[in-house]
Structure formats: C-alpha cells, structure tokens
C-alpha cells in the first residue's frame, strides 16, 4: 500500500560537519531519510552525530560506488517501503524552513497529476519567492538532481539512474529519459535549493579579474566520458540540447583548461583517456 509522506535520500562522501546542519533543514519535512554512504571509511564521531538524528536509514557502502548507484539503492529502499515521492539531496545541499514549507505546499498541490516524473527547485537567487505569479512552473528538459522530488512509479517505468556513468551527467540523462518517455520534468520558480556548485577559481586575465569553475583531472575524465556518450544517445533524439552541451563542454571546460587554469597537462591527459574510454565502451569507476 502506497504512503501519503516522502521519503527521502542523501549521498555522503567524506562529509563534514556541515553535512548534519543541511539534513536538519529537511528532515522535519520526510518521513524516513535514507543515507547512503560512499565514503570508504566512515569518520566515526560523524556517525555518532548522524545517529542522534531520527528518521535516518543509514546505508553504508564501504566504498565509492557513484552517485548513480548511491540514489537508485536510496530510491529503491523508499519503493520497498511503500513510497509514492523521495526527495534526492546532494549532502553539501540544503533548504530555509520557509523554503521548504513553501516546495511541499506546491508538491501537495501537483503530486495528484500522474505525468510528472520529477518536480524541482531552482537553485539561483529566487526573485519571484513572496508574489503571486500567473505561472510559478516551468516545464524543463532537465534539472539537476539535488532537492528533486521523484515520482517512484516512473522512476520504475524508466529504469532509474544509469549507474555505468558513475557520476556527470547522471542526472541529465534520467530526465531526458523521463521527457522522451512522455512525462514532465517541473521546476516550481518560487522554491529556491541552496546548493554550493563545485570548485571555483579566481582569474585575472587581460586586467580583469572573474571567477570561472574547475574540476580536477579525474573529474574531466567522467565529464569527457560522459559527454560523449550523452551526445551520442541524445543527438537524433534532443539536438538542440546536444549542441549546447557541446559549446559549453568546448567554451567552458576546454577552453578553463588551456587559458586559466592550473593542472592543464594532467587535466588534458584525463580528457583524452575519458575520449578513449567511451571509444572502447568503458564505463564505471575511473
């Protein structure tokens, strides 16, 4: 028998203190939490502090498996137990008490309609939050994992998270698969997710100073990999999304590396080993 409440699921990967603070920001609001642990050695006074919490479902996994197999484990728990909605956090993500009472109001208002497969905040500055909007959702081709709330019965009908990539792209490809099977990916405009977007670096270059992001080596390696085979699966399907996904892997990725950042040799050698991987099929773990 399905369930009226959300479960939810967080991935852990060598979390900090912090990581306890953004899970009380949502917890209050699930039913049961289930915490996925990729983390090869588990710190032993954050376990301690994870186990003060109630409602936690702690999954240990004893090594990095991605963040693919990490949310379908947690999502997979929540089928089991009878859940129609899991909501999916990134540990380093979190809401305002506001904010999330605000995305379960709108989520108790939507969830009846049986097309959506995915229903998302945004996660920049939310100028809409407080008025009265004539349409406060955005259908979308895709949304990034952290603070979504899955429908479990598409989540089935889909197949899940494709756990060959590991990690990049992941999410990417569950909504397109969501989209070209018919059902709807919704961001609800007035529901702002506070979420820290990877590493950046100050540049100056041509007497200006900007700030662009960065990845280490065996990062480039997955997001080569990864897009590659994103382009390849989606090119007949979505290519207006493939063509802007490629300008941004060229103008963004690739052209960071050779102008502004630091590691260029290593970080070069990864994104020719992530090219020749996806041309011999290799996926998984770097």
Same mark, same amino acid.
């Given at each position: 028998m399905a369930k009226d409440g959300i479960a939810g699921v967080v991935v852990l990967y060598h979390p900090d203190d912090t990581v306890i603070e953004n899970i009380k920001t949502y917890l209050w609001g699930l039913d049961v939490l289930f915490a996925v642990d990729n983390t090869e050695v588990q710190s032993p006074g954050f376990l301690k502090e994870l186990e003060k919490l109630k409602k936690i479902v702690y999954i240990e996994n004893k090594d990095n498996l991605g963040i693919a197999k990490a949310l379908n484990q947690g999502? @997979?728990?929540? %089928?089991?137990?009878?859940?129609?909605?899991?909501?999916?956090?990134?540990?380093? !993500?979190?809401?305002?008490?506001?904010?999330?009472? /605000?995305?379960?109001?709108?989520?108790? &208002?939507?969830?009846? !309609?049986?097309? %959506?497969? %995915?229903?998302?905040?945004?996660?920049? &500055?939310?100028?809409?939050?407080? /008025? @009265?909007?004539?349409?406060?959702?955005e259908e979308c081709l895709v949304v990034m994992t952290s603070g979504n709330l899955l429908n479990t019965s598409i989540f089935k009908s889909i197949g899940g998270f494709e756990e060959k990539l590991f990690i990049d792209e992941v999410d990417h490809d569950y909504c397109l698969k969501a989209n070209l099977a018919g059902y709807k990916v919704i961001k609800l405009k007035t529901v702002l997710l506070n979420h820290k977007l990877g590493e950046t670096q100050s540049v100056q270059k041509g007497g200006r100073s900007f700030t662009i992001s960065t990845h280490s080596p065996r990062?480039?390696?997955? %997001?080569?990999?990864?897009?590659?085979?994103?382009? &390849? &699966?989606?090119k007949k399907a979505c290519p207006g999304f493939i063509k802007e996904r490629k300008n941004y892997f060229i103008h963004y990725n690739l052209k960071n590396i050779l102008y502004y950042e630091d590691k260029k040799i290593p970080k070069l050698a990864c994104v020719v080993k992530g090219f020749f991987d996806f041309m011999r099929g290799k996926y998984g773990r770097y």
């Open positions: 999502v @997979e728990r929540s %089928i089991k137990e009878g859940y129609s909605w899991v909501l999916t956090m990134d540990q380093d !993500s979190s809401f305002t008490h506001e904010m999330f009472t /605000r995305y379960l109001d709108e989520f108790h &208002k939507l969830k009846g !309609s049986g097309n %959506i497969a %995915i229903l998302s905040p945004v996660q920049e &500055k939310v100028e809409e939050a407080g /008025r @009265e909007l004539v349409n406060p959702y990062r480039m390696y997955y %997001i080569t990999r990864n897009n590659l085979y994103m382009w &390849k &699966k989606y």
